[in-house]
């Protein structure tokens, strides 16, 4: 092993040649064949300058660690976690080995084999990925399994979730998971990938032209408005704006995750209750958001769209839109293809 790194050098008690002296701690290049392909990896061996031959030589868990290293750099090249960072990721939620495998629905053993010894498959990999992405499904698997915890473990594993996201990131991140499924182009989403800093912008912007108009956005009337944006996008320019989903229901077309949208950050809102059942959701743009430039063909869309339905009532904006063929040839609760937009009303 003529091509090594020294790491350090230590006095020690040689196995080789039976005498006490400094010892070089080496690490150096070598292979390992795993699951039939050969993986390069660093390893770790001592060295003793006293012997000619057989000089190398391993101590305590030190042929562990070196196999462990194999079994990550092979994790590496086919873009698996580590080791390593699947123990960080357990660690970030404070949960032992047996908790975070419990969480997940595995073995209770699982993920301490997946630290040590064992490469996870991919479908596994992925899991421990999105909970680490979003960690509001972490809860959610918590409340489906809390009978696996003690109720002081639950609550505690629960405040250590929270800890690590607020209530808003919370509706955020709900926001992004109802979303996963469409992240590629196609009729639902008119050819337009959802971006979570673009569509809060977006709002931004429809919040504060409607109140230089002198008119108070309200909740239904602007999911109708990032409807008719995204639809006469879409009939213009076969690409919708926003990237948002709609689905047909009773009072007119209504993106996937129309409550989380109330919580991005460039926007906030006053519940008001009407009846005893109803409430209306007044939107206004945050004091502290500054508005980003809009591409000048998008703000001409939104600005055509405001113009038309800011004296709009919810009822009239929801009835003027049941007339819409995009609307009466869906079901109720089924996505609304945008090539049904194609027909629509000109104003």
């Given amino acids: 092993m003529e091509n090594y790194k020294l790491l350090k ?7 080789i040649c039976g005498e006490e002296h400094e010892i070089e701690l080496r690490e150096s290049n070598a292979t390992m064949t795993i699951k039939e392909e050969e993986i390069t990896y660093k390893e770790k061996y001592y060295f003793c300058g006293n012997s000619i031959e057989n000089n190398c030589f391993t101590k305590d868990n030190m042929i562990f660690e070196n196999l462990l290293t194999a079994k990550d750099a092979y994790r590496k090249e086919k873009n698996l976690l580590t080791s390593k ?59 489906e399994r809390k009978d696996k915890f003690t109720y002081e473990r639950y609550n505690e594993i629960k405040n250590n979730i929270r800890d ?5 990131d919370v509706k955020i991140n709900i926001l992004k998971v109802k979303y996963i499924k469409y992240d590629k182009e196609n009729e639902e989403n008119g050819n337009c990938i959802l971006n979570i800093d673009k569509l809060s912008n977006y709002l931004a912007y429809i919040a504060k032209s409607m109140k230089d108009k002198g008119v108070v ?49 460039s926007i906030r809102f006053e519940k008001k209750q009407l009846e005893e059942d109803q409430y209306q959701y007044n939107i ?16 001409e869309i939104i600005d055509k769209v405001i113009s038309k339905f800011k004296t709009y009532k919810s009822s009239e904006i929801s009835n003027y839109m049941h007339q819409e063929d995009a609307y009466k040839k869906t079901l109720l609760a089924q996505v609304i293809p945008f090539t049904l937009t194609k027909t629509l009303k000109d104003f």
């Fill in 284 to 299: 206004y743009v945050r004091k502290d958001y500054k508005i980003k430039k809009i591409d000048d063909k998008e703000r």
């Fill in 85 to 143: 960072e699947i123990k960080e990721i357990r660690n970030k939620f404070k949960l032992t080995q047996a908790e975070f495998s419990i969480l997940l629905g595995l073995g209770e053993i699982t993920i301490t084999r997946y630290e040590t010894k064992q490469i996870q498959d991919v479908s596994i990999d992925q899991i421990i990925k999105f909970v680490n992405s979003y960690p509001i499904i972490l809860l959610e698997y918590l409340e």
């Fill in 217 to 265: 956005l309200k909740k239904v009337v602007l999911m109708k408005l990032l409807w008719y944006i995204d639809s006469i996008s879409y009939k213009k320019n076969n690409k919708a704006i926003t990237g948002l989903v709609y689905v047909h229901e009773n009072y007119g077309a209504l993106p996937i995750g129309h409550d989380e949208i109330m919580y991005l950050p």
């Fill in 164 to 168: 690590i996201i607020n209530e808003d």
């Fill in 9 to 15: 050098k230590e006095i020690m008690l040689c196995p």
